[in-house]
């Protein structure tokens, strides 16, 4: 008996080590997209951006808005290029992450 609860605490602690490494990263965060300024709309939470391909949404390059919170426009202005991470939320498009590209 005791050497069953030995070999079941074994388990459960080897288990999450075991799972790390077959999680695949790209699964933990959407891919980031490229893009440029075009129009930032802060007090409406807005900012309009020129994109590449966006993979993780299956959308081709245009010129579109996204939604945004005002706390991520940072310093950023219109013609900054930027990385940035854009997702689906509640059928809305919205920028999670972005950064000036130098
Ligand atoms: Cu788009």
Redesign the pocket.
């Known amino acids: 008996m005791k050497r069953w609860i030995t070999l079941l605490a074994a388990l459960v602690i080897a288990a999450p080590l075991h799972a790390a490494p077959d999680t695949p990263p790209a699964a933990e965060a959407p891919a980031t997209s490229e893009g440029v300024v075009r129009k930032i709309d802060a007090a409406n939470g807005k900012i309009t951006l020129k994109?590449g391909p966006?993979a993780n949404l299956d959308?081709p390059p245009?010129t579109?808005v996204f939604r945004v919170s005002p706390a991520l426009l940072g310093a950023l202005k219109v013609g900054d290029m930027v990385r940035f991470r854009a997702e689906r939320i509640d059928g809305a498009?919205v920028v999670t992450a972005i950064e000036p590209l130098r």
Request: proline share 0%; no cysteine; charged share 0%.
């Open positions: 994109h966006l959308m245009m579109m498009y």
